[in-house]
């Protein structure tokens, strides 16, 4: 079946550091592949996503390209700021338009 | 435009209660869902609704009941609460559009302790 990896563990960084989130997918054919933000206390909101091999996601100053030969999906931001701090979720749409999500990356950035 | 609603925002039961939580889109979309959020699980899907008056299963099923009311509301009712549904509990809704770029909106989410 469709499944999606993310890296373990919380990701703690200084403001302006440089951001990685890896995330790859096991899925047939080639799904639309998203990554969603949860800010503390609330609801998930679509931060990006992609429809085809290399197409790039943009929003917000993070970036994700869609890897065909890979299977992959990183998130990427050069510059973090402290209110970039939230949990990030990559995901994949299946055929039935479900959702398939990892299990998310906690986001601190400390002053 | 408030998008998705859900009311409780909180709740707390007792073993054995039963609850509805309630769930309103107003974009005018097609399909809902009801997922649960875990400590390092990510988020499951329990039931969802591809368009007025179907409803399938999800990953996790077992334990919850559903109805699509109409087009706007998509309850999800738990009749015999158990401590192993304690979760924070999303609802989220598309348009359910034949095309790869259909997104799921979500709404802010019902925090439910079961004692």
């Known amino acids: 079946g469709n499944s999606v990896t993310q890296m373990e563990g919380p990701v703690t960084l200084s403001e302006e550091a440089f951001l990685t989130i890896n995330c790859t997918y096991t899925?047939?054919?080639?799904?639309?592949l998203f990554w969603y933000v949860q800010y503390p206390g609330e609801g998930l909101q679509l931060l990006l996503k992609?429809?085809?091999?290399?197409d790039k996601g943009s929003n917000k100053g993070f970036e994700a390209t869609y890897r065909k030969e890979t299977t992959s999906f990183h998130l990427e931001k050069g510059s973090v700021q402290v209110s970039d701090s939230a949990v990030y979720f990559c995901?994949?749409?299946?055929?039935?338009?479900?959702?398939?999500f990892g299990k998310g990356n906690q986001v601190v950035v400390i002053p | 435009n408030a998008g998705v609603t859900q009311t409780p925002k909180f709740q707390v039961l007792k073993t054995g209660q039963s609850m509805t939580l309630q769930c309103a889109q107003d974009?005018?979309?097609?399909?809902m869902y009801w997922y649960r959020q875990d400590p390092g699980m990510g988020l499951r899907l329990i039931y969802y609704?591809?368009?007025?008056?179907?409803?399938d299963k999800g990953e996790v099923p077992n334990g919850y009941n559903v109805s699509r009311l109409n087009k706007r509301e998509f309850s999800l009712r738990l009749e015999s609460a158990a401590p192993s549904q304690t979760s924070v509990y999303f609802c989220?809704?598309?348009?359910?559009?034949?095309?790869?770029?259909?997104?799921?909106?979500f709404g802010p989410g019902t925090r439910l302790t079961v004692l």
């Open positions: 989220a809704s598309s348009e359910m559009r034949l095309t790869s770029t259909d997104t799921q909106y």
């Open positions: 974009m005018n979309h097609n399909s």
């Open positions: 995901a994949l749409k299946e055929r039935n338009n479900r959702l398939a």
């Open positions: 992609a429809t085809k091999a290399d």
């Open positions: 899925a047939t054919g080639y799904p639309s």
């Open positions: 609704s591809a368009s007025e008056g179907t409803t």
